[in-house]
């Protein structure tokens, strides 16, 4: 389907039959065989791990692979051929899942641009909706993504897999106890080696690519392979950044750190800081990049801190992690990493070590089983995923403006900074994928 018949059938879509959904549908298929139908979105890479982990759930059924690569999609639906998704149906338009009543929920796993159009889409068809982190390219859209979920009343659950972690949960029920006494900072940090992209030439787009359609909101410009596949996620149009992909993970477990061992003190931490900073840039690779390789954030929060750093060019790790976070009190310190926590007393001797295992099972198990509950999944969008999305894009906003900014979590503003306020969202949006705007917050 082209551009033209995109904008036809996404404003009648949006304007009659999906907002005749009931908002509050519990999943279709599983009342007749207690099966969760679905359909993955975007299975290159991050994608492909979740086509891979929702299809050997023994209670889903992927019914639909969406992908715009030719290849890609033609590898993915392979790798179903002996699974009970074996006769998984291959597709370009996710709207044509989002159509058939057998589906309950989208699975989304393409680049930043994409996250939120399909996420808005699936809540007015009546869906529910994993999605991988952040939750938007930019402010306005993660917002308007919750507001979505909020007025159609969807599970939408953000692919920040720490949440459903037996590992970072029993760390949180040991901040909760008070073991860290009186905490005034946190701090999250990627500190793994990456490698540099080049600066190759344009060239045409790979054959079967509707790379117009995977351009979607972003601005028209020449393909090249480095603004594709894989490192998208360095160009202003696609990604968000390191800061976006990996730091994502690392400041949402130092925020859910950070607010788990106050309220241990009978302090409450706002969702979101007052203001924010940012220092850094291109300072080690020489290629394509546009995003920094090397940053430092800093997260003013009511008598606390939070802090980001980045340097994604060393091999060595910080506290002994490569990429982790960690909370400090005047009684001990706790270090999060992705397979163990360290828990230390006020001078620094280790108390505690916990290790554990991988996540993404149960992250997806547990929004499978919020799509029958109705309960809010362990990363629930509004509650979890947004505000710490939100970090990251306030922290690459501060970096583009190059200054301290003052963000109003009412208006999402910057105040009295126009300039800064224009990094809230796109410039434009190229028509036909149009943010739509969703009055539900």
């Given at each position: 389907m082209r551009r033209r018949e995109f904008l036809r059938t996404t404003v009648a879509a949006t304007g009659s039959a999906w907002a005749t959904l009931s908002a509050s549908a519990t999943i279709a298929s599983s009342s007749a065989n207690d099966q969760v139908t679905v359909c993955v979105m975007g299975v290159r890479g991050r994608g492909g791990s979740l086509l891979r982990t929702f299809a050997s759930l023994p209670d889903v059924i992927v019914k639909y692979v969406c992908d715009l690569d030719p290849q890609v999609l033609g590898r993915s639906l392979e790798q179903l051929r002996d699974t009970p998704s074996r006769h998984a149906r291959g597709m370009v338009d996710y709207r044509a899942a989002l159509d058939d009543p057998a589906v309950d929920a989208l699975v989304i796993g393409t680049p930043d641009h994409w996250h939120a159009l399909p996420t808005i889409h699936a809540c007015q068809a009546g869906k529910d909706v994993y999605v991988e982190k952040p939750d938007g390219h930019n402010l306005l859209e993660g917002r308007t993504m919750v507001a979505a979920a909020r007025k159609y009343e969807r599970i939408v659950q953000l692919g920040t897999q720490a949440r459903s972690g037996q590992l970072q949960q029993s760390?949180?029920?040991?901040?909760?106890?008070?073991?860290?006494?009186?905490?005034?900072?946190?701090?999250?940090?990627?500190?793994?080696?990456?490698?540099?992209?080049?600066?190759?030439?344009?060239?045409?787009?790979?054959?079967?690519?509707?790379?117009d359609r995977w351009l979607g909101p972003a601005p028209l410009r020449p393909f090249n392979p480095r603004r594709f596949h894989g490192s998208w996620r360095w160009f202003f149009d696609y990604g968000t950044g390191d800061l976006g992909n990996d730091g994502v993970h690392r400041l949402d477990v130092a925020r859910w750190a950070l607010t788990t061992a106050r309220a241990a003190q009978g302090e409450a931490t706002p969702d979101m800081p007052r203001a924010v900073s940012a220092h850094g840039g291109k300072l080690y690779f020489d290629?394509?990049?546009?995003?920094?390789?090397?940053?430092?954030?800093?997260?003013?929060?009511?008598?606390?801190?939070?802090?980001?750093?980045?340097?994604?060019?060393?091999?060595?790790?910080?506290?002994?992690?490569?990429?982790?976070?960690a909370v400090y009190g005047d009684a001990g310190s706790l270090v999060i990493g992705n397979g163990r926590w360290r828990a230390f007393d006020e001078r620094g001797r280790l108390v505690k070590e916990i290790t554990g295992g991988a996540n993404d099972l149960p992250h997806a198990r547990n929004f499978i089983d919020c799509l029958r509950s109705r309960r809010k999944p362990h990363a629930d969008l509004e509650t979890v995923g947004h505000p710490s999305s939100v970090l990251c894009h306030l922290g690459n906003a501060a970096w583009r403006a190059g200054r301290s900014l003052r963000f109003d979590q009412q208006t999402y503003r910057f105040v009295d900074d126009d300039a800064a306020n224009q990094l809230v969202t796109r410039p434009i949006y190229r028509a036909p994928f149009l943010l739509p705007a969703i009055d539900a917050l």
């Open positions: 760390a949180m029920e040991y901040l909760a106890e008070g073991h860290l006494g009186k905490v005034r900072m946190a701090k999250a940090w990627e500190s793994s080696r990456q490698g540099a992209i080049g600066r190759p030439d344009d060239t045409a787009a790979p054959a079967g690519v509707d790379y290629d394509a990049q546009e995003w920094p390789d090397t940053l430092m954030v800093s997260y003013d929060y009511p008598e606390c801190l939070l802090t980001y750093e980045m340097r994604i060019w060393t091999a060595y790790p910080l506290h002994d992690e490569a990429e982790g976070a």
